[in-house]
């Protein structure tokens, strides 16, 4: 109760103006930076951290934490504006928010998406400072075993919710997979499938691969599609564009329910406790979880906005679940906090249990800040802006689209500082051109990605300490518990909701 009692009295530090000007200013560049395609909010962070060097530290962590939740939140802008996630956890945005552009109803997709986010972050915010230390202890619960199997009930999950579609999504996340294999052994000190080249040694970087297959092969499909895209764009451009659009009618927020944004963001909050998880998984498994409770699960994918509520809920509650191990036992839950961790080793404190209560007043204003973000600045600055975000389609689409690939070019460049991993990223942009034009989902391929060398180094792991026993991951409970709900998860999404309608309407 102290240490919450801290945190409601930081926010008096925010009517200090530098300080709220840090707070404000870290909040809109990384709405800026995630909205971009290949300059995400980590980028921002790291090219902002020499300046939290002339900073005290409490006010560059809360700078930190206002740049983190702009990162999440930014990323569906152009997620849902003209399909391209400016960040991988707005992955699943994309499949609702986009369609929902197309209908003319792109404003009340950026306003159910700033809502799910405002729930999601202030929700995680607030789970992070009641309950962090034990929900800390419970993640430790998971062993090796364990997050092999989290990790492949992921990947399992997100290729049956492609509903009447999965022997393709599999495919594509078996791609991914076999991608993520390229360059230096998980375990041992030697190459694969490099076949020679030196610049394959350390494997395709992410970024390309993210650059690749959204914003390389999005322009790509659009070029193919140019007239058609252009009469889109020239009627939405027509469409009167009025602050109060962007804000959802109670009678679609009572839609989707108290219970979908309570849930997302639970869910999105324990995957963002454990290691290396982030907010792609959150939203991922949010999305499927949605999918599978839905009474009209075909509606998703085609502009349902309740798609959108889970996954923004859950991406934003991945901010306060992430920052637990981070606080708690120095671990980073994703690559922003362990730039965090950094602010916090160089102004020597160190990470640890006794944080909370040993240095708990140099934490209290970050997440004070964390509450602020989630409640003030999300819903702010899409009211004073988000006439300016939805005017993205009227923007030329020789144009808007030529900024992307350039943008598009830099980002893998400034990401890796490699032009060979720049021209990774071409290359992953025309081979998911060409998926996507067979009816392949390439978000199940960047999932494999993601997952795959955690998913590799954990199964041999395992397998290592059982002496090559795969039983193991039926006799550790925490690998059971996943293996079951894997099993819920594919009986009600691949089996029973077939059965319900095996009549197709062709």
Do not use: W
């Amino acid at each position: 109760m102290e240490f919450i009692s801290l945190v409601g009295g930081s926010f008096a530090m925010l009517l200090d103006p530098l300080i709220l000007v840090y707070v404000v200013a870290g909040f809109l560049i990384g709405t800026i930076f995630a909205s971009i395609p290949g300059l995400t909010a980590t980028l921002a962070l790291a090219l902002l951290l020499p300046l939290t060097y002339s900073l005290d530290v409490t006010t560059a962590l809360m700078a930190c934490a206002s740049i983190y939740m702009a990162g999440m939140t930014g990323g569906s802008i152009t997620a849902t504006t003209i399909n391209i996630p400016g960040a991988p956890s707005s992955m699943m945005t994309a499949l609702d928010g986009y369609p929902m552009q197309l209908q003319g109803k792109g404003a009340l997709a950026l306003g159910h998406a700033a809502l799910g986010s405002m729930v999601g972050g202030a929700l995680g915010a607030i789970l992070l400072i009641a309950i962090a230390p034990f929900v800390a202890e419970a993640s430790l619960l998971v062993k090796t075993t364990g997050k092999f199997s989290l990790l492949a009930f992921a990947i399992v999950v997100i290729v049956i919710a492609q509903r009447g579609n999965m022997v393709k999504a599999g495919m594509a996340a078996c791609i991914g997979l076999m991608l993520s294999t390229i360059g230096l052994d998980a375990m041992e000190p030697i190459t694969r499938f490099t076949f020679g080249m030196a610049d394959l040694t350390a494997g395709i970087d992410l970024m390309p691969v993210i650059i690749g297959t959204f914003a390389i092969s999005e322009i790509l499909m659009q070029a193919s599609l140019a007239v058609d895209s252009n009469k889109t764009a020239e009627a939405l451009s027509k469409v009167t564009i009025r602050r109060r659009d962007f804000i959802p009618p109670l009678s679609a927020i009572r839609e989707i329910g108290v219970v979908c944004y309570v849930k997302s963001s639970l869910i999105g909050y324990f995957v963002g406790t454990l290691p290396g998880a982030g907010g792609s998984m959150g939203s991922f498994l949010a999305y499927a979880e949605t999918v599978r409770t839905s009474s009209n699960p075909e509606s998703f994918g085609k502009g349902n906005p309740k798609g959108i509520a889970a996954s923004e809920s859950a991406n934003n509650a991945v901010c306060g679940g992430a920052l637990v191990p981070m606080l708690t036992f120095g671990i980073p839950g994703d690559p922003i906090t362990a730039i965090m961790l950094g602010v916090l080793v160089i102004n020597g404190i160190q990470p640890g249990p006794q944080l909370m209560s040993g240095q708990a007043d140099l934490i209290a204003p970050m997440l004070a800040s964390l509450v602020f973000s989630a409640l003030v600045l999300i819903p702010l600055t899409l009211f004073l802006l988000g006439p300016y975000f939805i005017k993205i389609v009227s923007i030329r689409k020789d144009v808007l689209y030529g900024v992307i690939a350039l943008l598009a070019v830099v980002g893998s460049y400034v990401a890796t500082y490699s032009t060979f991993q720049m021209i990774m990223a071409l290359v992953m942009g025309v081979l998911a051109y060409y998926l996507r034009k067979d009816g392949f989902p390439v978000i199940t391929l960047l999932l494999g990605f993601i997952l795959g060398p955690n998913l590799e180094e954990f199964l041999r792991r395992s397998l290592a300490l059982s002496n090559g026993n795969p039983l193991t991951f039926f006799t550790n409970l925490d690998s059971l518990f996943f293996i079951i709900l894997t099993l819920i998860f594919v009986y009600f999404l691949a089996i029973k909701e077939p059965l319900k309608s095996p009549v197709s309407d062709g």
